[in-house]
Nanobody, 129 residues
């Protein structure tokens, strides 16, 4: 069964940095959209950083723009999320997701998670104040 696998979560102080990785084995990098989503307790899931596998086009939610960077290593079939200047409000479970069939733009990847094919199990990120 195809499933992205996240790693790298944990506890960090406010203002610190953390890097998440997503292993997307079994997917053809050039044929997918891949994104990072997060969900905090009592809040809706939010698409925060998404990338097109065909042209490296990226999209960021306003809440993370300028602080988070999504990047990929096709040789390793991994996608990373570098998170800098972390804030307590960034505390959430972070999910990696991959779509290979229905998504047609990075904006839609981040905004329409209901269409996304494959989801990881998530990794907890906690930012202490």
């Amino acid at each position: 069964q195809l499933r992205p696998v996240e790693s790298g979560g944990g506890l960090v102080q406010s203002g610190g940095s953390m890097r998440l990785s997503c292993a997307a084995s079994g997917f053809t990098p050039e044929h997918i959209y891949i994104g990072w989503f997060r969900q905090a307790p009592g809040k809706e899931r939010e698409g925060i950083a998404c990338m097109s596998g065909s042209d490296d086009n990226t999209y960021y939610a306003d809440s993370v723009k300028g602080r988070f960077t999504i990047s990929r290593d096709n040789a390793k079939n991994t996608v990373s999320l570098q998170m800098n200047s972390l804030k307590p409000e960034d505390t959430a479970v972070y999910y990696c997701a991959v779509d290979a069939t229905r998504i047609t733009s990075v904006q839609r990847m981040c905004s329409d998670g209901a269409l996304v094919d494959y989801w990881g199990r998530g990794t907890q990120v906690t930012v202490s104040s």
